[in-house]
């Protein structure tokens, strides 16, 4: 179990921004963190303001543990970066 955990952690940690690719999410940005429960209803928690991308995606990972969910339940989370004047000029996992 502790192994998949770092598994996960490491893809985590590995993944592309889903914007546009024109910024790289960084530990200097601000994001408004979200969690996806699975299945179709679309529900979602908004896990709060966090700075940097690591901790956006240890927010999402924290959650999903509380809730007893492990990855295999597909759930999921996005980082939204503040820019702009927009709470979610784009996204990022």
């Not at 179990?1 to 592309?16: Q, S």
């Not at 690719?21 to 709060?48: C, I, M, W």
């Not at 007893?68 to 979610?88: F, L, T, V």
């Amino acid at each position: 179990m502790k192994a998949g955990l770092i598994a996960a952690a490491a893809a985590c940690f590995l993944a592309v921004a889903c914007g546009d690719g024109t910024h790289a999410a960084t530990e200097r940005d601000v994001f408004n963190a979200y969690f996806y429960f699975p299945g179709s209803d679309g529900k979602q928690v908004y896990l709060g303001k966090v700075a940097g991308i690591s901790a956006c995606q240890s927010a999402a990972r924290s959650y999903a543990f509380q809730a007893n969910m492990s990855r295999s339940a597909e759930w999921s989370y996005i980082c939204c970066r503040e820019a702009n004047g927009s709470s979610c000029y784009d996204k990022h996992r």
